[in-house]
């Protein structure tokens, strides 16, 4: 197999940054170095891209839908066509297809279809199951009908019908059998997130979270007498907090706390994205619930924020226009955050080894060129 070979770009590594550098590949990095150690090789496929950034390919654990489809559609075609759009639009290289509070019916069908997906389109790396365990109280856009306590045998009948790919799962951990609950997604390579949730900094002290969903978003909020799951989570170290940089879901001021308190190495960036994203302004659909998408925003009838039609790219850039952050930086909380969390081994980095999944922008930060195990894909606007 002929080796492609990317000359002259700055390449962020995930590690380092190479100012002139070049990376060789087939599907897997085989070597990335700066220009002055390259040696060719025969059959190598060399181009020269100056005044190139290359950035390691986005993962976004928080996804619903987008180009008009949604996990939770259950249709195997179209969950891989909205993972392949989402790749070629916005460099999602590695995708966590994430349901929502709905019947078991749905979700069986909807686990049954990420299966199938998943194994047509290996940018579909895992699931993340938002509800139905969470409260009413912090239920957002999630419809209450359908919420219920944490259940083990159900979590983990909607594991198997995954394939076991369940990665990430947003529950209340205040919530009665939370501990079994979180037990079981310990032991079986599950990320207990709390999310929608209104628990009090004493409950969460003693749960088992790891992982925060959409920090400040639908949960108990951070106050003066009671810090809440906001403040939990600004607290707590190991916990990891995901970002949704679109300007509406928070505010620049308070993601900029959030970069400042929680450090680059424990934010996520994800989108959050429902089917609407990448589609006209209209009326559109999420969990059964009509949703009016107008000015970037997603809400539902009563004004709730329903999701986001956020594109990864923009909270790419936003982040760094919110906060006053590196590119460095920004790829920390696009990809290598993620891959280091998750346990992606072949994820997060342009190092030897790892797949290779990359994102080539030019200098004022619009993506040109994503790179999904090797094979360059272009925007399918």
């Known amino acids: 197999m002929c080796a492609k070979v990317l000359k002259h770009v700055?390449?962020?590594?995930?590690?380092?940054?190479?100012?002139?550098?070049?990376?060789?590949?087939?599907?897997?990095?085989?070597?990335?170095?700066?220009?002055?150690?390259?040696h060719a090789q025969a059959g190598d496929e060399v181009e020269i891209l100056r005044d190139r950034i290359l950035v390691p390919g986005f993962i976004d654990v928080h996804a619903h839908g987008g180009y008009g489809f949604d996990a939770m559609d259950g249709d195997p075609e179209q969950i891989a066509t909205m993972a392949h759009k989402m790749m070629t639009n916005e460099g999602v290289t590695t995708l966590f297809a994430t349901t929502m509070t709905q019947?078991?019916?749905?979700?069986?069908?909807?686990?049954a279809g990420v299966k199938v997906a998943a194994e047509k389109n290996p940018v579909i790396q895992g699931v993340h199951l938002e509800g139905p365990f969470i409260s009413a109280t912090f239920k957002g856009a999630q419809p209450e009908q359908f919420i219920k306590d944490p259940n083990v045998e159900l979590l983990a009948h909607w594991n198997e019908?995954?394939?076991?790919?369940?990665?990430?799962?947003?529950y209340a951990p205040e919530d009665e059998g939370a501990q079994a609950f979180e037990d079981y997604c310990l032991s079986h390579g599950i990320v207990p997130s709390v999310g929608h949730s209104n628990a009090t900094r004493e409950q969460l002290l003693h749960s088992k979270a790891t992982h925060v969903t959409h920090l400040y978003n639908a949960q108990r909020e951070f106050k003066h007498r009671e810090p809440g799951v906001t403040g939990h989570a600004m607290l707590e170290n190991n916990m990891y907090a995901?970002?949704?940089?679109?300007?509406?879901?928070?505010?620049p001021d308070m993601i900029k706390l959030a970069y400042e308190q929680k450090g680059v190495d424990r934010i996520e960036l994800v989108t959050d994205s429902m089917r609407s994203k990448g589609m006209p302004e209209g009326e559109s659909e999420?969990?059964?619930?009509?949703?009016?998408?107008?000015?970037?925003?997603?809400?539902?009838?009563?004004?709730?924020?329903?999701?986001?039609?956020?594109?990864f790219p923009d909270a790419f850039?936003?982040?760094?226009?919110?906060?006053?952050?590196?590119?460095?930086?920004?790829?920390?909380?696009?990809?290598?955050?993620?891959?280091?969390?998750?346990?992606?081994?072949?994820?997060?980095?342009?190092?030897?080894?790892?797949?290779?999944?990359?994102n080539l922008f030019d200098g004022a930060l619009n993506l040109k060129t994503t790179y999904s195990f090797g094979q360059a894909f272009h925007a399918e606007k």
């Open 286 to 311: 999420l969990g059964g619930q009509k949703v009016f998408v107008k000015d970037k925003q997603a809400r539902l009838a009563d004004g709730t924020l329903a999701g986001s039609v956020l594109q």
């Open 242 to 251: 995901e970002l949704i940089c679109d300007g509406f879901h928070i505010v």
């Open 161 to 170: 019908l995954s394939g076991n790919r369940v990665k990430l799962i947003t």
């Open 10 to 38: 700055v390449i962020y590594t995930g590690e380092e940054k190479i100012q002139d550098g070049y990376v060789r590949f087939t599907n897997k990095i085989l070597d990335v170095g700066p220009v002055a150690d390259y």
């Open 317 to 358: 850039v936003n982040i760094m226009r919110f906060t006053g952050c590196s590119i460095a930086d920004a790829v920390q909380m696009s990809s290598v955050n993620q891959a280091n969390e998750f346990g992606l081994e072949h994820k997060g980095y342009i190092l030897p080894g790892k797949d290779a999944d990359m």
């Open 103 to 111: 019947s078991n019916d749905n979700i069986d069908h909807a686990m």
